[in-house]
């Protein structure tokens, strides 16, 4: 296997990486907040979040928050391809793959200007608030 920065292998190196990450409320406000606004309409924003996280340390938080031992299993993109000829689910998941080789942060300056500040919950609330939705289930 080809090893990357950091002498970890590409799917090791992907969980180390930092990216953005959104509680689906605060996307909904901002989203909310634009489209009552007469100004800014044929513009671009980006919400980059509450900042940016690891993808080990998101799932680390989420197990800790429902109390549950941490694991984890790599899958490797022969694994998808095999899965996604069974489940077109998986098979998308492959195709936006590519979203996992390379980190794209986002800056969300523009947005902040336009509407005077933005929405930002705590990844320990959001993913509070998130397993409890999921426990009154």
């Given at each position: 296997m080809?090893r990357?920065?950091?002498?970890?292998?590409?799917?090791?190196?992907?969980?180390?990486?930092?990216?953005?990450?959104?509680?689906?409320?605060?996307?909904g406000?901002?989203?909310?907040?634009?489209?009552?606004?007469d100004?800014?309409w044929?513009e671009t924003?980006?919400?980059?979040?509450?900042?940016?996280?690891?993808?080990?340390?998101?799932?680390?938080?989420?197990?800790?928050?429902?109390g549950?031992?941490?694991?984890?299993?790599?899958?490797?993109?022969?694994?998808?391809w095999?899965?996604?000829?069974f489940?077109?689910?998986?098979?998308e998941?492959?195709?936006?793959?590519?979203?996992m080789?390379?980190?794209?942060?986002?800056k969300?300056d523009?947005?902040v200007?336009?509407?005077g500040?933005?929405?930002?919950?705590?990844?320990?609330?959001g993913?509070?608030?998130?397993?409890?939705?999921?426990?009154v289930?």
């Amino acid at each position: 296997m080809r090893r990357t920065h950091y002498g970890r292998s590409p799917s090791k190196a992907i969980c180390a990486w930092n990216r953005n990450r959104s509680y689906t409320a605060d996307a909904g406000q901002v989203i909310g907040d634009l489209l009552c606004k007469d100004s800014g309409w044929n513009e671009t924003y980006n919400f980059a979040g509450s900042g940016l996280i690891s993808v080990e340390d998101f799932a680390r938080r989420v197990y800790a928050a429902a109390g549950q031992k941490y694991r984890r299993m790599i899958v490797s993109p022969w694994m998808l391809w095999t899965i996604g000829l069974f489940s077109p689910l998986m098979r998308e998941f492959r195709e936006m793959s590519y979203l996992m080789t390379t980190p794209v942060n986002l800056k969300d300056d523009k947005l902040v200007r336009h509407l005077g500040g933005v929405p930002r919950t705590s990844y320990e609330d959001g993913i509070a608030a998130t397993l409890k939705a999921y426990r009154v289930l």
